[in-house]
């Protein structure tokens, strides 16, 4: 049974970019959530995807944006790159209450 | 609100002696907890959970942390180090407001480097 998986696992971007990162959650899985982790500090919540629509959001701007497929996959898409947008995006499936992370997206935004 | 403050931003022990990384939680509701473990360039794996059952949580790799109400802490012990243990340690709250979904609230980290 395969575990989370994202894609890709490091991407470089400019400022001003906009990058997608995607997410595979483990299988029977129905909910997917997106944390920020910078360097040196904890995960910080983004949003959380289940049924397709966004079902909490963390204090995160409009610039972030998800999207969740029929098949429970997901995307966190970011628009307008700042250089504070660099860092590791983890995905985090879940069916009930525990979340179970993928390895993560290194971003860096030069 | 919910939050979580990791008291130990750094511990250092020696290999085969006994490990304990503090956790102290403050949340409106009943909360859910959790030790998560980091390894370098690793995504977060999890090593137990506190959910209303016991107090005391067994996890794995000889792990195991006790939820104590009155103190509101979740301090994570291994009575022997091993050298793999080495890694970043993040204390977990979840809790559920009335029609949120279980957003999870990280702790700050512990890095827990292990001596030979």
């Known amino acids: 049974d395969a575990g989370v998986t994202q894609s890709p696992t490091h991407l470089i971007k400019t400022r001003g970019q906009q990058v997608t990162l995607r997410c595979s959650p483990k299988?029977?899985?129905?909910?997917v959530s997106w944390y920020q982790q910078a360097l040196g500090q904890g995960p910080q919540f983004i949003f959380q995807?289940?049924?397709?629509?966004?079902?909490q959001r963390g204090n995160f701007p409009d610039r972030f944006s998800g999207h969740q497929f029929p098949n429970y996959s997901s995307e966190l898409n970011v628009n307008a790159l700042l250089l504070g947008d660099s860092a590791l995006y983890l995905c985090?499936?879940?069916?009930?209450?525990?979340?179970?992370f993928g390895p993560g997206t290194r971003l860096l935004v030069l | 609100a919910q939050s979580v403050t990791q008291l130990d931003s750094h511990v250092s022990v020696s290999e085969g002696t006994p490990v304990l990384l503090r956790c102290n939680y403050s949340?409106?509701?009943?909360?859910?907890l959790f030790w998560y473990v980091q390894h370098p360039n690793k995504g977060l794996q999890l090593l137990l959970k506190?959910?209303?059952?016991?107090?005391l949580v067994k996890g794995i790799n000889g792990f195991e942390a006790e939820f104590k109400k009155s103190e509101t802490s979740f301090h994570l012990t291994k009575p022997s180090a091993h050298m793999s243990d080495a890694a970043e340690y993040f204390c977990?709250?979840?809790?559920?407001?009335?029609?949120?979904?279980?957003?999870?609230?990280f702790g700050s980290g512990t890095q827990l480097t292990v001596l030979p």
């Open positions: 977990v709250v979840s809790d559920q407001p009335r029609g949120s979904a279980r957003q999870l609230t």
């Open positions: 506190y959910t209303s059952a016991a107090t």
């Open positions: 949340s409106s509701y009943s909360p859910s």
């Open positions: 985090a499936s879940s069916l009930k209450e525990t979340q179970y």
């Open positions: 995807y289940y049924e397709e629509e966004e079902r």
């Open positions: 299988s029977g899985h129905d909910t």
